[in-house]
Each structure stands twice: as structure tokens, then as C-alpha cells.
């Protein structure tokens, strides 16, 4: 059993950067997991924001923040990141990260373990 523990939201002003952790713990190594960040905006469904394989080696981002989201872990800190600069109204969401014991993936069926989920707000 893994569990998952988002944290480093806010509200914050369009242009500015935020960066969310992820925080894994529990049996099995966090460092055998791919690792998916997703969000929800009340009212719409989950979307994926970005994945990142057990090793790092291979990182995709959904259409909407490529180029100004960086996903990246640190296994030895049990830890997943995602940098988000540039952020925009439309980045408002709760932030959710998930752990997949397969691929990564973007689809949301595919992971085992979700956080909490971590609040996003941009002001314009």
C-alpha cells in the first residue's frame, strides 16, 4: 500500500509559479511507481497534467500546460514535484497525484493510489 500527500497550493497571480509535492510513503518503494499529477476544476472532469515514469526517463504533460510544467521525483526523498510557471486563471484546480505500478499513463483508471489533492488558484 502506498500512500500520497500533496501539498505546496495557493493562490497565487496569473504569471506567477507555484511548485506542488508530492510526498509518498508506505510499503512498497515509491522509487517502482510511475507518478501522474491530475486536476479537477468544480464541475469538470479529471484531467491529466503530467506523468513521469519510476525512473524518470520518460516525462509526458497534457496539451494544455506543455511548456510550462515540469515534472520531475526524487525517489531517494520518496518525493514527486511539479513546477508550474506561467500559470494562468485556467490552471485553477485541485491538483491530485497518483501512483501507477504499470506504465504512466495519462488516463486517471490506470493509477492505484491518488493524494488528497492540493488547491491551485490563479488570480487574473
Known amino acids: 500500500q502506498l500512500q500520497l500527500v500533496e501539498s505546496g497550493g495557493g493562490l497565487v497571480q496569473a504569471g506567477g509559479s507555484l511548485r506542488l509535492s508530492c510526498a509518498a510513503s508506505?510499503?512498497?518503494?515509491?522509487?517502482?511507481?510511475?507518478v501522474g499529477w491530475f486536476r479537477q476544476a468544480p464541475g469538470k472532469e479529471r484531467e491529466f497534467v503530467a506523468g513521469?515514469?519510476?525512473?524518470?526517463?520518460?516525462?509526458y504533460y497534457g496539451d494544455s500546460v506543455k511548456g510550462r510544467f515540469t515534472v520531475s521525483r526524487d525517489n531517494a526523498k520518496n518525493t514527486a514535484y511539479l513546477q508550474m510557471n506561467t500559470l494562468e486563471p485556467e490552471d485553477t484546480a485541485v491538483y491530485y497525484c497518483?501512483?501507477?505500478?504499470?506504465?504512466?499513463?495519462?488516463?486517471?483508471?490506470?493509477?492505484?493510489?491518488w493524494g488528497q489533492g492540493t488547491q491551485v488558484t490563479v488570480s487574473l
Open positions: 497518483a501512483a501507477n505500478g504499470r506504465l504512466v499513463s495519462s488516463a486517471p483508471e490506470d493509477y492505484d493510489y
Open positions: 513521469i515514469s519510476w525512473n524518470g526517463a520518460s516525462k
Open positions: 508506505g510499503r512498497i518503494s515509491f522509487s517502482v511507481y510511475a
